[in-house]
């Protein structure tokens, strides 16, 4: 894509993103029936992924699960495009698309630890994450600024989509362009060795197959699976004695997200990379238990299909 399509690309979703999010539900309700019953986008490799995560469901009982999966990812799309016209974080506040519930927790283990990795997943919205600043709406107070804030992602095989996603994902920072926090999975222990004596929080999205050959990889249980799951992160805060919080993202509703920070441990550094894996999964594992719909069934977890 060349830079004028990129532009022109980024233009229109900016365009886009100023409609009314109820608009965009709309239209995302079309997405849904589209991705599910005309292009049947990954169909194969969501009922794969249920009949894994639920060996004693039938698949009359898993149906309703996907049908309500496919609601929810037009529902995430419809909700990225709307955040990335939220270039003023106001307009992000007023919509109360997602709160954080217990800023307090994360402020107690930011205090406790010289650094922080949260740990979250494919639950809820994680395209919605670049807005955390804008989602405290209670009277205590939140440890993350953009100074501190760091999120951990891997690049798109399209230069040009990584930029337009990029853009997209930190529409309401009031510093986009000189914001250093966004770091590709493989710069992150450099970032972090070269930022060793400054505080800094990494969110980390944990629960992907790796994505290349390495020996750290690890194998952990996951819905009644064994698993193979990046380190990275649970090594970094080992390395540096970090904190380490799940960070969980149920849906209340459409139009409604609410976070809330779990202790996984206050200094790594007194636990194995193993046990620290473990634990995430567990938790994520509740999560989806409890919210089946919410996770993202699309990306291929388990073995291929």
Known sequence: MSKIGTW???????????????VHYALGRFVSWLAEDVIRYRRD????????AFPDANMWELEPIRKAF?????ELIAEAVWFGGCRNPERLRRQHLVEVENPEEAARLWEASPSMVVMYSHCGNWELY?????????????????????????????????????????????????????????NLIRY?????????????????????????NIEVEFLGQHVQT????AA????????????????????HYVMRYVPICKDASRMEVRDIMQQYYRLLEADIRQQPENYLWTHKRFAKV
């Open 8 to 22: 022109l690309l980024k233009g229109l979703l900016r365009l886009l993103g100023l409609l009314p999010l109820r």
């Open 45 to 52: 490799v969501v009922v794969h992924n249920l009949t894994k």
């Open 70 to 74: 496919y609601r929810h990812f037009g």
């Open 130 to 186: 670049g807005g955390i600043q804008s989602y405290n709406y209670t009277d205590r107070p939140f440890p993350f600024t953009e100074q501190n804030f760091c999120v951990v992602y891997r690049a798109m095989s399209s230069r040009a989509w990584d930029e337009v996603m990029r853009d997209n994902r930190f529409a309401p920072l009031l510093d986009r362009k000189h914001y250093d926090g966004y770091i590709e999975s493989q």
């Open 192 to 216: 972090a060795f070269t930022h060793r004596d400054e505080k800094k929080a990494y969110n980390v999205n944990t629960d992907q197959r790796p994505y290349f050959a390495s020996p750290a």
């Open 230 to 233: 990046m380190t990275g992160a």
């Open 236 to 255: 970094l805060a080992r390395k540096f004695g970090m904190a380490v919080a799940y960070l969980t993202m149920r849906r209340e509703g459409r139009g």
